[in-house]
Nanobody, 121 residues
Framework: QVQVVESGGGLIQPGGSLRLSCLVS????????VGWYCQAPEKERELVAV???????RYEDTVKGRFTISRDDSKKTVSLQINSVRPEDSGVYYC???????????????WGPGTQVTVSS
């Protein structure tokens, strides 16, 4: 079994910063690409940042320069640093990870339950 758990959300004022963490645990051989997604109320879940197993990162246009995704494979953690937050950044942030449980098997995708980020003064 593989578990994905996000943490670090909360209420923050516009212009502030926060750091979200995604911990992947369980029966894991290797963690591949991991993405952070945001789902605002009554909207679809959208990819905001993604990082490959080699550390290459990509960002959705509206977060470039403000969000930074990073990973620490020794801790099986992927973080999302959010700076200069805006009200439109509010939503539930989900981590989605592709995991290989044993060598030679297919990758499987796992979601965490999400962490709420609310940007408001």
């Amino acid at each position: 079994q593989v578990q994905v758990v996000e943490s670090g959300g909360g209420l923050i004022q516009p212009g502030g910063s926060l750091r979200l963490s995604c911990l992947v645990s369980g029966n894991i051989f290797k963690i591949y690409t991991v993405g952070w997604y945001c789902q605002a109320p009554e909207k679809e879940r959208e990819l905001v940042a993604v990082i490959t197993s080699s550390g290459a990162a990509r960002y959705e246009d509206t977060v470039k320069g403000r969000f930074t995704i990073s990973r620490d494979d020794s801790k099986k953690t992927v973080s999302l640093q959010i700076n200069s937050v805006r009200p439109e950044d509010s939503g539930v942030y989900y981590c989605g990870a592709y995991v290989q449980q044993t060598p030679g098997t297919d990758l499987e995708h796992y979601w965490g339950p999400g962490t709420q980020v609310t940007v408001s003064s």
